[in-house]
């Protein structure tokens, strides 16, 4: 099964980038927690207009999975190591074997 993809650079956290999805073009701002050394993310609209804060980047669990907001990607964006070793995240393999997947293959 092949997924899209969406980057993730852990070498130049934090940054913003654009992302484009099928709805809506979003601002994922990513960044490196040293004190629970966990990923996150802040989603912004196009506008820059905050949607969510600080959610968790989780080994196969979907993000935004418990929010109700008519504002986030309808696609399903799943953090997963296609091959399936991993079973945290971590610096070394975060946009290396983990990757963020558009689960759009219904």
């Not at 940054?15 to 996150?40: G, M, P, R, T």
Request: charge should be negative; aromatic fraction near 10%; include cysteine.
């Amino acid at each position: 099964m092949d997924h899209d993809y969406i980057e993730v650079s852990v070498d130049d956290m934090p940054y913003s980038q654009e992302v484009e999805l099928a709805d809506n073009s979003y601002i994922f701002k990513f960044y490196h927690n040293e004190i629970d050394d966990l990923f996150y993310i802040d989603l912004f609209d196009y506008d820059g207009n905050l949607i969510v804060a600080g959610e968790p980047i989780v080994i196969n669990k979907p993000l935004w999975r418990n929010i109700n907001n008519d504002k986030l990607p309808v696609e399903t964006i799943i953090p997963l190591d296609e091959s399936g070793q991993e079973t945290e995240i971590n610096a070394d393999n975060l946009g290396e074997t983990v990757q963020l997947c558009i689960d759009d293959l219904g």
